[in-house]
């Protein structure tokens, strides 16, 4: 790697551990926005409140987890009582998660919760340097993407 490179990744992990730390994602105990939840549940239960019923390893493939972790989130979700498993079709070895009432109720907090932490968030953004942010958001999603498609591909 050429010095300018080596320069410019370790500015650009920096700036991510940096954004990491001020906007509360290194802490395991609650969500960014402050709710007393930890970040991969509220993961969970927002992709199961977008999209459910999902199977556990379609949650642990949205979610990029390892199967034994997605068993855990599972079993915390369902004794909070925000998550239930219920069999469905003619396969009985097929389990789908759900929320239950009290899951769709937490998700919606959350997301009232999320929506608000990212619109004072963004609002200490200049307008006009808005658009750039998010086009360099994507950009950095679509590189983090296209990386671990190549890396899998080796």
């Given at each position: 790697m050429l010095d300018d490179d080596l320069e410019q990744a370790l500015a650009l992990q920096g700036g991510?551990?940096?954004?990491?730390?001020?906007?509360?994602l290194h802490q395991p105990d609650h969500t960014p926005c402050g709710t007393p939840v930890p970040t991969s549940e509220a993961h969970a239960i927002g992709e199961l409140d977008r999209d459910g019923?999902?199977?556990?390893?379609?949650?642990?493939?949205?979610?990029?987890?390892?199967?034994?972790?997605?068993?855990?989130?599972?079993?915390?979700?369902?004794?909070?009582?925000?998550?239930?498993?219920?069999?469905?079709?003619?396969?009985?070895?097929?389990?789908?998660?759900?929320?239950?009432?009290?899951?769709?109720r937490a998700a919606g907090e959350l997301a009232v919760a999320r929506a608000a932490r990212f619109a004072d968030l963004l609002r200490s953004i200049?307008?006009?340097?808005?658009?750039?942010?998010?086009?360099?958001?994507?950009?950095?999603?679509?590189?983090?993407?296209?990386?671990?498609?190549?890396?899998?591909?080796?």
């Open positions: 991510i551990t940096a954004f990491v730390r001020a906007f509360g019923p999902l199977t556990q390893s379609v949650l642990g493939e949205r979610l990029r987890l390892e199967k034994s972790t997605v068993s855990r989130l599972v079993s915390q979700l369902t004794a909070r009582g925000w998550v239930q498993r219920v069999a469905r079709g003619g396969d009985a070895r097929l389990v789908w998660l759900e929320l239950t009432s009290d899951g769709r200049p307008a006009a340097q808005r658009p750039a942010v998010i086009a360099a958001l994507t950009t950095l999603v679509e590189a983090a993407n296209g990386q671990s498609t190549a890396a899998a591909h080796r």
